[in-house]
Every structure is written in structure tokens, then in C-alpha cells.
């Protein structure tokens, strides 16, 4: 039997939230419709932050209201920045959210304006008070940070990673968040991880920025990691990391497990139709995926 991959589709947050123009969430809601036709069964699909600080999630309640009632069998979930949106978020029926923490103290302050301090208090306080709500933990700028570099140590990682442990964190998810890691630092940094915090699971989030996505997220899987984010066509960016670009793009990532015998779960043919008509319709996009301007992929379709 093929092993197993779970393909967490970020597109929704993380691809959505860098447009300029204001998606309907009516917009919203086809395209996440249609990446689970194709498949797709782990999906953020929203974040419950400001809507001064990104207009384009303003929409959360609108969306999640429509989607959880319908997919209640899938795991949709939503990011939270603090615990007044993890208090939203469960208000609107979320029973999963992930907070973000930057293992850069630096990126920390750009993104969420919190030294290490304040935002370990506040996953105490969600953790605390949020009872029966799943907390994962991104942490962004895994890899390196745009103020500060590459990280080549892996203890400043470990050390973060075990204050969130245990404060009762069992999901964490490693992001390449302006995409400056390479494939043997990636299987590096998750075999350190899944070595040290054996009885948690590990996903990655890799940005394409460099040309990497693929043999990045090749790298964590061959490293053992239990799940892979992606944005379908690649959507995406960081608006508070400057040079970010798109995330590796699902359909790619989907055409190379799937061609390697890895099980997805997730159609090719079907998901790469869904990438191209998102990138026909989204004129304001940045997207990073290689399979939205194939004419021709008729060889990887049975
Ligand atoms: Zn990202």
C-alpha cells in the first residue's frame, strides 16, 4: 500500500488574504467547493483577524457559515492570530484553529507586533480557555526570516518548539515563510523535530519564492512528515514579508506525489482544471504553480 499523504490546502488563507481586489465570498466559497470535489479533505479556510488588517478575511463568519453545516466530516479549519479570534472562531462552529508564532523574534513584531513573551501568553490563554478547540501551531519563518537570514542551528527551533509543547501544542506546522530553505535543511530540520517531539505531528509550509516548493516539500515528506501545505495555482505572498511570493502550488505538488505512487486522495486532472480556472479568474493574483500554463497534460491523466 502507497503511503499516505495529507495535502492541507492553504489557498483560502493564505493565497486569498495577499489579493487586492475583494473576493465575494460567494467567489470564495466555488473555488474551496471545488478543491473538495477533487479531493481535498484538510483545508484553511479562513483567518479571524482584524478586518483593518486584511479586508479580504472580512468575510470569515459569512464563509464558515456556509461550509462547516455542509462538510461537517471534513477538517476545515481557521487561523486565529490571538485569542479574541479564537473566541470568534469557535463561535462560528470551528472545532480546529492554528495561531502563528515566527520563530524570529524580528518577523514576530513585523507580523503580529508581539515579542516571544506575549504571543506564548496568549497561546496559554487560547489553550486555556478555548476548551474542546484544537490548537495547532504555525511557525512561521522556520527556515529564516527576511530581517535575519537562514537559521542553520536548529536549538533557538527546538527550544521555541518545546515551550509550545508544553504549553499542550501537538501540531506543528513549519513555514518556509518567505521561502528561503533548501532540501537538506528541510529533511534536517524535520527529522530534528520528529526525532525530539515524537508523539506530534509535523507539517511543512513552503513558499516557491526561489524555485524550491517542490524539492523542499519532497525533502519533509522523504523526512517523514505527516502532512504538506500548498495553495492551488500558488497562490499567494506574505503582506508582512517583503519578497515573499506564491506557495507551492497543490496541483504541482499533487502531480509529483501522485506520479511518485504516494497516496494524495486528490484527482490531478480534476485539481489541475480547478487551478487554471482560479487563475483565470483571479486577475490580481500571484500565482507561483508551473501546471496552469500546461496546455497538455493529457500523459498524467488516466
Ligand atoms: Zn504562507
Redesign the pocket.
Known sequence: MNRKIDVIE?GPR?GFQNLKEYLPAEKKIEIIESLINCGVKHMQITSFVHPKAIPQMKDAKEVSAVLLPKYPDLDLFALVPNFRGAQNAMNCGFKKVTNVISLSVSHNKANINRTHDESFAELAKILDECSGLEVCLDVATTFGCPFEGKYYDTAPLMAFLKRAYDLGIRTFNL?D?VGLADPAQVRNVVKAVKAGFPDTRVEV?I?DTRGMGLVNTLAAVEAGVDGVQSTLGGL?G?PFAPGASG?TATEDMVLMLNSMGYDTGIDFGMIWEAAKKEHADIADGVFSGHNIFVKDNSAFIK
Open positions: 492553504v493564505d513555514c515563510t509550509h513558499h499567494g506574505c506557495n
